[in-house]
């Protein structure tokens, strides 16, 4: 047997017994120093994949007929910090500037395990490090004189095995009470700091003595399993058989029914956990809903604003001066757009929904006789992604931006500086594409909105919900309780195009076969799993010369043969092939180049960037580890640190493409989607398409997504607590 020490990089398969593929980074190994530094593919059981740093393999390699060179683990062992790594990593973890990793080496080889003690005993002691400099010396010894008795609280943190970026973290939430919060109960990190996860503490815990058993541990499994039941199914409670069966597998051990059922208790009882009947919802989304019940109550409780002009001749002199007409139902929008505290606009595609939008802002601006400048103090657009916002301040020329810019989230804390304490003036917040406005968020937003701001909310509530959990649109229309206005005639594209009327079908649950391939607006191309790769790249040579921004390709699921992973690897080989004048960096195994596509996955407010932009790689710098990004003239560059944020973008997921619109919409269907074809998730793609839509697959798999109504309906407790609540107060 070969021993192998490493960390796992990336998870390429796993089962529902723990089978796992597996990347592997190599640090050492008995077998052959050329596999040293190197990322190995290894297989075997595994109960922890998201939490294997600093592991030792043992098992042999083995060559598979299809899948080439594999290392098959029959045992492993997650290695222990030395107290050597521990001082290594806290002179070198950034806290002190200028000294590297070698140089931290060289401090622990003179003066051993207790060099802090040392240095604070008689700091001229490192003048015996030859190594470091006068400044070095003057950094280290100010530095430790700055952190007092910090410093072993930060050297005990980092034996327990936090890395240094950590220790500081939890240092400066818990400042003297550290060594005494992390005694009493480790869990309490993960409780507390949002950046400090289950994994890491739970890692730390085991290694540190602390059983499986033990009921502290327990408790935090079941927070985490409940926040990955939340996150993983959007629902916003959940039932105590789903925690128990989702706990066993998130810390791989089954406690006994009597200790889950006494840590479901007591974390009752600390209010971590709300117990509402026989089901359970975390502390953060039982308050978030009810504030929102809270807030929209009063808003809608609120009697209708009076104006001393009157709206139906504003309206009529509007539509006049600008050659509009408005039908009975748009212009019953833009008025109670004005009468009330609250109103809920919705309808699908093509309904004229951002046109209101803009009418509402044009008509402010006459009735208050304000300028353009002003409407800013006043008036907030939003919209939850970059795109979205774009298209709403293109729609109405006015600044518009995303909630969480508006919120002016900082990202290093994960907080809004706007909010309860210090909440905005604007007296209208319209949000634009409402339907994509989870629970945590629209909380955020009303604790930094004052109690009297009139909110607009507008969307369509037959897209895809929100990623995060929640459906706030869905439940607040549903419960009946808030103004309405329902959008049903066509506008944005001539009463008769095949893409709305295929996006109504489908929404109604039927299918026309007559309106595909008759115009070119609308076209059906058939293909399996065995040739899709072969006629989308012949699809797609039509499009090379074409703008990036007019079309996109969008799959309902990442992995598979014809997932959205693979199918962006055949577009870029398409698209932007390999060429000597273009520099290439891989990714986390991901190979991108100079004049790729690419998507961002996360909002970066500081850079003017959001979570569904589309940009191209306009540079890529090997020697500073740099990839330089254009996003619509707004240049971004990413480094080690930011690299996960974009990934190719010549395929996205319909998820991601939620608020963004394009001239031409290429979607494959095949039943190899299986589960992820589903009618909400077809129509959303579809209605993404302003002028030609291609669909390309399987007309069986088209026909069974469109049949498919049943995904997940989500959990909630939002509409039920609004309907209790007006009930109670009528």
Avoid at 19 to 48: A, M, P, R
Avoid at 197 to 212: G, P, S
Avoid at 586 to 598: A, P, Q
Wanted: with cysteine.
């Amino acid at each position: 047997m070969s021993r192998v020490v490493g960390s796992v990089t990336r998870k390429i398969f796993a089962s529902d017994s723990n089978y796992c593929v597996l990347l592997f980074k190599v640090k050492e190994n008995d077998i052959d120093t050329k596999y040293n530094n190197k990322t190995i593919t290894i297989t075997g059981y595994f109960h922890d994949v998201d939490d294997l740093e600093d592991v030792a393999l043992t098992g042999e390699f083995m060559k598979h007929a299809k899948y080439g060179e594999q290392f098959s683990v029959t045992s492993y062992q997650k290695m222990l910090p030395e107290d050597k790594n521990s001082i290594i990593d806290f002179f070198s973890g950034g806290m002190f500037k200028g000294i590297g990793e070698a140089k931290a080496t060289k401090i622990y080889e003179v003066l051993g395990d207790k060099a802090i003690e040392k240095i604070k005993e008689d700091n001229s002691i490192l003048y015996q490090v030859k190594c470091l400099s006068e400044r070095n010396i003057d950094t280290i010894i100010s530095k430790i004189e700055e952190l007092g008795q910090s410093a072993e609280t930060l050297l005990r943190l980092s034996e327990l095995g936090f890395q240094s970026a950590d220790t500081t973290l939890i240092y400066k939430y818990y400042k003297e009470k550290t060594v005494e919060t992390v005694n009493e109960d480790i869990y309490n990190l993960f409780y507390d700091l949002e950046k400090i996860t289950f994994n890491k503490v739970d890692r730390i815990a085991l290694r540190n003595n602390i059983k499986k058993s033990d009921l502290r541990r327990v408790k935090a499994g079941i927070i985490y399993a409940a926040r990955t039941i939340a996150f993983e199914t959007g629902n916003t409670y959940t039932n105590k058989e789903e925690i128990f069966k989702t706990l066993r597998i998130m810390i791989n051990y089954e406690p006994s029914i009597e200790d889950f059922e006494t840590s479901l208790n007591e974390l009752c009882n600390e209010l971590r956990l709300i117990k509402i009947d026989d089901n359970y919802q975390l502390k953060e989304y039982y308050d978030a809903d009810s504030n929102i019940v809270k807030r929209l109550t009063y808003l809608n409780n609120k009697e209708d604003m009076i104006y001393k002009v009157d709206l139906d001749t504003k309206i009529n002199d509007f539509e006049n001066d600008n050659n509009i007409t408005y039908d009975e139902v748009q212009r019953e929008a833009i008025k109670r757009a004005f009468l009330k505290n609250i109103l809920i606009i919705t309808g699908g595609p093509g309904t004229g929904k951002t046109t209101i939008i803009k009418s509402i802002v044009e008509l402010y601006k006459e009735i208050f006789n304000k300028k353009y400048i002003e409407l800013e103090d006043e008036i907030a657009l939003l919209a939850p992604t970059g795109r979205a916002s774009k298209r709403v301040m293109e729609a109405t020329l006015s600044r518009a931006s995303t909630i969480h810019r508006f919120l002016k989230w900082n990202k290093d804390l994960n907080k809004f500086q706007v909010n309860e304490f210090n909440k905005s003036n604007v007296k209208l917040v319209i949000i634009d594409e409402f339907s994509m406005v989870d629970t945590l968020l629209f909380d955020s937003l009303l604790k930094g909105l004052k109690y009297d701001t009139k909110i607009i909310l507008v969307g369509d509530a037959n897209q895809l919900p929100s990623v995060s959990p929640g459906e706030i649109l869905k439940d607040l229309i549903e419960s009946g309780v808030f103004p309405t206005i329902r959008l049903k005639k066509l506008y944005r594209q001539q009463e008769g195009s095949n893409i709305i009327n295929l996006a109504y079908d489908v929404n109604e649950g039927e299918i026309n076969y007559s309106l595909f391939n008759k115009d070119d607006d609308l076209k059906f191309y058939r293909a399996d799993s065995t040739d899709i790769k072969d006629k989308l790249t012949t699809l797609m040579k039509d499009f090379k010369k074409k703008d990036y921004h007019d079309y996109q390709i969008m799959a309902p699921m990442y992995k598979t043969l014809n997932g959205i992973n693979n199918l962006n690897f055949l577009m870029q080989s398409l698209f932007n092939p390999k060429s000597s004048n273009k520099n290439e960096i891989v990714i986390y195994d991901v190979l991108y180049r100079e004049g790729d596509k690419v998507l961002q996955l996360m909002n970066m407010p500081d850079d003017n960037v959001y979570n569904g932009d589309i940009g191209i790689i306009t540079e890529i710098d090997n020697i500073k580890k740099e990839v330089t990004v254009d996003f619509d003239s707004n240049i971004v560059t990413f480094n080690k640190s930011t690299f996960m944020n974009f990934t190719l973008g010549y395929v996205i997921s319909i998820h991601k493409s939620q608020g963004s619109e394009f001239k031409t919409v290429i979607i494959p269907i095949l039943k190899e989607y299986g589960r992820m074809l589903y009618r909400k998730l077809i129509y959303t793609g579809i209605t993404r398409s302003k002028q030609e839509l291609i669909l390309i697959g399987e007309a069986e798999a088209f026909q069974r997504g469109v049949m498919n109504n049943l995904e997940n309906s989500r959990k909630t407790n939002l509409k039920d607590k609004i309907i209790e609540r007006y009930k109670s107060s009528n």
